[in-house]
T-cell receptor
Framework: GAVVSQHPSRVICKSGTSVKIECRSLDFQATTMFWYRQFPKQSLMLMAT?????????EQGVEKDKFLINHASLTLSTLTVTSAHPEDSSFYICSASDPQKPMNTEAFFGQGTRLTVV | DAKTTQPPSMDCAEGRAANLPCNHSTISGNEYVYWYRQIHSQGPQYIIH???NNETNEMASLIITEDRKSSTLILPHATLRDTAVYYC????????????FGQGTELSVKP
């Protein structure tokens, strides 16, 4: 079946640096991908919708200049956490659906990226 | 905001059926109910979805009430590996099909 893959699965970075997280659809072309963030003991919070070839759509309260999203190809979306701070430490997850299938089919999720900012 | 409400936690004995309820009283006519689960530190795993008819697959059964205002996910023979947080989601196709997660139900399957 369709698979969404994230890389890296874990990353530790120093405060003030930037970190890039990749999300790939492995056997389908995803025109739209979604990025989520999850803090410990909490649910997934939608951050933004990544659209291939156009600007991402951010949810209210999410800083677009801090969380840069690039969806330059049909199989790859990247999330860059810029000038990371310890409060950005979280579990970041992407998801995508196969646009060739009807809307009422499953969305696939990546395995997540654990970001720790020290 | 999420359109669903679920109990925060439930326990189930291993080998017994786990019945997880979900309320979605504001669901619209063409919106599907999806169920995902998340095991600690992993991405959500798809379980099942439905519109108005009951659905069954190799993982679970989904029972949707006639008025569609609530549903129940049934794991027929729960195992210890079914311990996870289960999310009931109403998918919004008007906004690109994004999934808005509620708080979910933390299911603990006990020996």
């Amino acid at each position: 079946g369709a698979v969404v893959s994230q890389h890296p699965s874990r990353v530790i970075c120093k405060s003030g640096t930037s970190v890039k997280i990749e999300c790939r659809s492995l056997d389908f072309q995803a025109t739209t991908m979604f990025w989520y963030r999850q803090f410990p003991k909490q649910s997934l919070m939608l951050m933004a919708t990544s659209n291939e070839g156009s600007k991402a759509t951010y949810e209210q309260g999410v800083e677009k200049d801090k969380f840069l999203i690039n969806h330059a190809s049909l199989t790859l979306s990247t999330l860059t956490v810029t000038s990371a701070h310890p409060e950005d430490s979280s579990f970041y997850i992407c998801s995508a659906s196969d646009p060739q299938k009807p809307m009422n089919t499953e969305a696939f999720f990546g395995q997540g990226t654990r970001l720790t900012v020290v | 905001d999420a359109k669903t409400t679920q109990p925060p936690s439930m326990d189930c004995a291993e080998g017994r059926a786990a019945n997880l309820p979900c309320n979605h009283s504001t669901i619209s006519g063409n919106e599907y109910v999806y169920w995902y689960r998340q095991i600690h530190s992993q991405g959500p795993q798809y379980i099942i979805h439905g519109l108005k008819n009951n659905e069954t697959n190799e993982m679970a059964s989904l029972i949707i009430t006639e008025d569609r205002k609530s549903s129940t996910l049934i794991l027929p023979h729960a195992t210890l590996r079914d311990t996870a947080v289960y999310y009931c989601i109403v998918r919004d196709y008007n906004q690109g099909g994004k999934l808005i997660f509620g708080q979910g139900t933390e299911l603990s399957v006990k020996p």
